[in-house]
């Protein structure tokens, strides 16, 4: 398989990227890798150029540029060349650092959804703590949809049944709608729409709405949510985490010595602790419902998160994920316009 | 100042309540209470009624019952009655710890709104961590509207301000829209519309919108947000913090002698961990929007959170707060007029 990587995206590019590119080709004998970018900046920090390929791209889309403008007017940017060359086939799958937005727009508008799915959602990987037979769960949309509909919602529990079933290998994953209470009717109408349809729906195993106090607590295998409220409350979870984890250092710090004695021999716990609240562990967030693997991670992304990343999209492209998602969509095509007809109906 | 305490309301009442409600009385010289529910229960607990009065409830709206058609039908309950008595004037101020719906919707219905706020929000203190001159932030609202339009929101922050003036007793509060990027084009219409209201607004310290990233890192002073989303935030941190404690607690234990007695030496520390992100010292939930003082608290709580409730109660009632925003409403009626119908005219 062939990956094409945007060598330009990320806080730290291009040389994290390169470096996690070659940690990658290192770990996965079965990968190639076309490196799309400013060839002389790539060459700085490639060791060696196994199974790794250059592709010049002359322009670069910055954080700051207006995404769906950026990826429309920088034809020879290193995201749109990498995008299209997943859509014209010569790699399968996408990955990139940079700017969410423009790699949202590319996977989006250049390597196109799945006949059948409106709208793509973007999954994010989170950890269970303190559960037995659960270390992780998968939620969607986190954000590529601020405005999201009755459909859009139903749709992503299909494509998080498919990513927790091949990718994060979970038997029939329990699907749960993030709601604001337990019960079936919370929630706007929209909610309990939602919640109608994926009780009906005899091929997802719905576990009803769960709240977000409980997701860390493993709630369900799969959490579908409009993405925004899926990015307020992911953004939430890294928030809480990162200041508790300042917390505990300002206050040993302010503590005493023999707190600062204690916290010495602490210090492999902690670490285990930063370790088990890093998500980026399970790589980055995936655009579900287009056609190929389109992996975004986080413009802060080192070297070895890059590496986890492609292990991600590995597994992504030898689960066939995206090709039984599509059979499915194609074989419930008319169960999907039935949906979709009762939504436009019940208005 | 008299408050009307729901004796019955909480897993612990009316045991805990009645130990709070004894605290707070010892605490606070000037404060009166109405304690309505089972007088016999009551009686087991309370060891002085000085400044206590019991009145007899013969129902109990409990945590399962259907919120409206409770508050509707027990028209005997210990919050229906609670409630009567601040509509009727005996008392200033209704507290429960009881079942949240019903509380609000006795706020809502029989306390009733302040004339020219369409809609009350739900306002939680939360702790900001490791930040100079700010240890708290106000989010509104976090549950009382599933469904929220643009003027809710526009008025969650004139509610918030004057919370966070008043109560908080913070200087010209900084106002955040909760959304998911920064940028003022982010979200969707409704946020862009809530967005620019605040923004030309001058009788707002807007300082834009803040990412739920942000919030424990003092973004703002106050943040306003839709209650779903508001919701579901608010369970993210609670969640993420209880999980990080229980981490850290399982990977002491599974770490050998060593770390367990590093622990012994953070013993301190560790507490004063828990102390700085449980919000209960900061008191319940607060109904903004009627017309009196409407509290609510974890249904979890004890004595010392009760204690600690009937402190805000007070503070609330001696800042003036309600009659302040009530005159900000009269003295702006025009201006808030206009809004209504721009909002109205731009759909």
Same mark, same amino acid.
């Given at each position: 398989m062939k990956i094409a990587v945007?060598?330009?995206? @990320?806080?730290? #590019?291009p040389k994290e990227v390169v470096e996690g590119i070659e940690l990658a080709r290192d770990a996965y004998a079965d990968v190639e890798f076309q490196l799309f970018g400013q060839t002389d900046q790539i060459k700085k920090y490639l060791k060696n150029d196994d199974r790794i390929q250059i592709v010049q791209a002359d322009e670069v889309i910055e954080m700051g540029d207006e995404p769906v403008k950026a990826v429309r007017t920088k034809k020879q940017s290193s995201i749109v060349l990498a995008a299209t060359a997943v859509k014209e086939g010569t790699a399968d799958a996408f990955f990139s650092a940079g700017n969410t937005g423009a790699i949202l727009a590319a996977g989006l508008f250049i390597v196109g959804r799945i006949k059948g799915i409106d709208r793509p959602g973007l999954t994010t990987t989170l950890p269970v703590i303190g559960v037995k037979n659960q270390d992780k769960f998968v939620m969607i949309d /986190? @954000? #590529? !949809?601020a405005d999201t509909k009755v459909l859009n919602i139903y749709q992503y529990a299909l494509m998080g049944k498919y990513y927790a079933q091949n /990718? !994060?290998? /979970?038997? !029939?994953p329990r699907i749960g709608l993030l709601n604001n209470g337990t019960e079936a009717d919370k929630g706007d109408m929209n909610h309990r729409k939602v919640h109608d349809l994926l009780a009906a729906d005899k091929d997802i195993n719905f576990v009803g709405n769960v709240e977000s106090r409980e997701l860390l607590n493993g709630a369900a295998d799969v959490v579908v949510t409009d993405g925004f409220t899926g990015n307020a409350v992911l953004k939430s979870i890294e928030g809480t985490a990162l200041s508790m984890l300042s917390l505990i250092k300002t206050t040993i710090m302010d503590s005493g010595t023999k707190a600062k004695f204690g916290a010495l021999m602490l210090k492999d716990a902690f670490h285990k602790i930063g370790g088990s609240m890093d998500y980026s562990q399970y790589g980055g967030a995936v655009l579900l419902g287009v056609k190929a693997p389109v992996v975004k991670t986080h413009g802060s992304s080192k070297a070895d998160t890059v590496k986890n990343t492609i292990g991600q999209i590995r597994q992504i492209i030898a689960s066939n994920m995206i090709p039984d998602l599509n059979q499915y969509v194609v074989d419930h095509n008319d169960e999907l316009q039935q949906i979709k007809d009762s939504i436009k109906s019940s208005k």
């Open positions: 945007d060598a330009m995206g @990320g806080d730290y #590019a /986190v @954000g #590529a !949809n /990718v !994060n290998q /979970v038997e !029939n």
